[in-house]
């Protein structure tokens, strides 16, 4: 029973959705460089494996970004976040041809440099990690790109984080790599909250849903408590809607009928404990509210593709049996 209501406390995260998925995915957020120039330049990034994200925090510069039609001016403060794969090239003109970036940050050790005189433009960029099983939770949800200006409401914390980070990269204070660590993650929240916040009409999906605050009071419950039998009566009220007007726009917004996220979250914290210890399934089972072993696995297996106990000895042998790759976004069968 001991190991039942820890199992238990560990599902039941804060009220919280948004921070809830950042958790689960393990999102962290790394400076990895930067560059200054002068004169005429340009340069071309490989498409990332990882989230990528950079700012101008001196100057300007164009941003084009592979499948993007046209470049971007980006101005000091301006912040930019890729998710997809594709190659980019920042420059002082778009017409100039550019150089390898990975062959002028070649060397060991190397993550800044400098191109002419250095005295007209500065660049910090960073990547996020993401947990390999369920990081596709926050990427898939993603727009490929993502451009905050300066001039967006959110404009005061970036300086105020920008402004830090080249703080803690240039003096070498004790402790600076934690700092820099700290506030990149700050970085990375505040692009994804400017994104819900300024960006146009979002695909529906659980990011959409976390910018809705009609139905924010039923995501909070269900993340506060996703051990409970959840009732669509109870959820609706909750967002002091009818029943029928509640189902009608959470499946618009989140492209998922209510129970049907509360299922997926629910499996999402499975897929977790299941990889985090040797706890029996059936205790697994236990603590997300369902009342048999059965019932548990049916339904992992239904979202997953993949029985409990074989997810499980797939993460031992570190193979993921298809798992990244699938579609993330909750979605019903």
Same mark, same amino acid.
């Given at each position: 029973?001991? %190991?039942?209501?820890c ?5 039941k995260? %804060?009220?919280?959705?948004?921070? =809830? ?6 999102a962290?957020?790394l ?6 120039? $002068? ?5 071309r ?5 990882k ?6 925090v ?5 941003v084009?970004? #592979?499948?993007?039609p #046209? ?6 403060g301006?912040?930019g ?5 594709r190659? %980019?090239i920042? @420059?002082? =003109?778009?017409e100039? &041809? ?8 070649s060397?060991?050790?190397r @993550? ?5 005189? $250095? ?5 910090? $960029?960073?990547h996020?990690?993401? =947990? ?6 926050l ?12 001039s967006?409401?959110?404009a005061p914390?970036?300086?105020?984080l920008?402004?830090?980070?080249? #703080?803690?990269r ?5 402790g600076?790599q934690l700092?820099?660590?700290?506030l990149?993650?700050l ?7 400017a994104?819900l916040?300024?960006?146009g009409?979002?695909v529906a999906g659980?990011?959409r849903?976390?910018s809705e ?11 506060d408590?996703?051990a409970?039998?959840w ?9 002091a809607m ?5 189902a %009608? ?5 989140a492209?998922?009928?209510?129970l049907?996220?509360l299922?997926e ?5 499975a &897929?977790?404990a299941?990889?985090?210890?040797d706890?029996?399934v059936?205790l697994v ?8 072993e059965?019932a548990?696995s049916?339904?992992f297996k239904?979202?997953t ?5 074989a997810?499980?000895?797939?993460l031992r042998? $570190? ?6 790759g699938?579609?993330a976004v909750?979605? #019903? @069968?």
């Amino acid at each position: 029973l001991g %190991s039942t209501l820890c199992l238990r406390d560990s599902t039941k995260m %804060s009220a919280d959705p948004f921070s =809830d998925i950042l958790k689960l995915t393990h999102a962290q957020s790394l400076v990895t460089g930067g560059f200054t120039a $002068g004169g005429t330049w340009a340069l071309r990034f490989p498409a990332p494996d990882k989230i990528k994200f950079f700012a101008v925090v001196k100057g300007h510069c164009w941003v084009r970004i #592979e499948g993007e039609p #046209e470049p971007a001016r980006f101005e000091t403060g301006d912040v930019g976040l890729l998710s997809a794969h594709r190659w %980019s090239i920042l @420059s002082s =003109d778009p017409e100039a &041809e550019p150089v390898d970036a990975m062959g002028l940050f070649s060397g060991a050790g190397r @993550s800044s440099a400098q191109l002419g005189d $250095g005295s007209e433009f500065a660049h910090i $960029g960073g990547h996020v990690l993401l =947990d390999p099983v369920s990081g596709p939770l926050l990427l898939n949800a993603l727009p490929p790109w993502i451009h905050v200006r300066a001039s967006a409401p959110q404009a005061p914390v970036f300086r105020w984080l920008l402004d830090h980070l080249m #703080e803690e990269r240039t003096q070498a204070q004790p402790g600076a790599q934690l700092a820099a660590a700290q506030l990149a993650q700050l970085l990375f929240i505040q692009i994804l909250r400017a994104h819900l916040g300024t960006s146009g009409p979002l695909v529906a999906g659980w990011l959409r849903a976390l910018s809705e605050p009609r139905i924010a009071p039923a995501l909070r419950a269900m993340h506060d408590d996703p051990a409970r039998a959840w009732h669509l009566e109870e959820l609706a009220s909750a967002c002091a809607m009818s029943r029928t007007t509640f189902a %009608s726009h959470f499946k618009a917004v989140a492209g998922i009928a209510p129970l049907g996220y509360l299922t997926e979250w629910r499996m999402r914290l499975a &897929e977790r404990a299941l990889g985090e210890d040797d706890t029996p399934v059936a205790l697994v089972a236990q603590s997300l509210g369902y009342t048999s072993e059965s019932a548990f696995s049916h339904a992992f297996k239904r979202v997953t593709g993949s029985s409990p106990t074989a997810y499980r000895q797939a993460l031992r042998a $570190g193979a993921r049996v298809g798992l990244t790759g699938r579609e993330a976004v909750p979605q #019903e @069968s």
